[in-house]
């Protein structure tokens, strides 16, 4: 016996997947159900799609099967594509997105890590200049050279603890000439 089912199948061209479940029925009927899925579409709308539901004798079916499923498999089907096509450009264009940000991320730290180094080096060849000018007993040039506890909040404690040390040195040698 030969039958055309499948390359009828065939010409309806579905995309995505199509499960066929055939029933007999105790009234000598067939209950078929044609449902469609998509191959990769995660989106949960696509499981509310119900199957096509199809009852009748199995001559009824054979003379009408494929000119009553053809249109709405080709709608679930042509709706099916769309929705993976736009699950696959969201990706996409998330996966853009996502390596746009981790590109401007080192990016930013990076200008943020210069900074900071660009800070802390200045920050000790001020403090070098203040120990040189110390060493000359040289307090008052010392004071003077003092970084900025302002620029510096995270060195505040350090800039005054050195200040007051320094003024200190400074009333002492003062006081012993």
């Keep these: 016996m030969e039958t055309n089912f499948f390359k009828n199948l065939a010409d309806i061209g579905v995309q995505g997947n199509m499960v066929l479940m055939v029933r007999q029925l105790e009234n000598s009927e067939l209950l078929v159900l044609l449902h469609l899925t998509g191959n990769n579409v995660k989106d949960a709308v696509v499981k509310?799609?119900?199957?096509?539901?199809?009852?009748?004798?199995a001559e009824e079916l054979d003379s009408r099967f494929f000119e009553t499923v053809t249109a709405p498999v080709k709608k679930v089907s042509g709706f099916l594509a769309e929705v993976e096509a736009q699950e696959k450009s969201l990706a996409e264009a998330r996966k853009k997105w996502d390596g746009q940000k981790k590109k401007a991320k080192p990016t930013a730290q990076a200008e943020e890590t210069e900074k900071n180094e660009e800070k802390e080096k200045a920050f000790s060849e001020a403090m070098q200049r203040v120990t040189e000018l110390e060493r000359a007993m040289d307090y008052s040039a010392a004071i003077g050279e003092l970084p900025d506890a302002a620029e510096y909040p995270d060195k505040r404690q350090e800039i005054a603890t050195k200040r007051k040390e320094l003024e200190q040195k400074e009333k002492l040698g003062a006081t012993l000439f």
């Design 48 to 57: 509310t799609i119900q199957p096509l539901k199809l009852s009748g004798t």
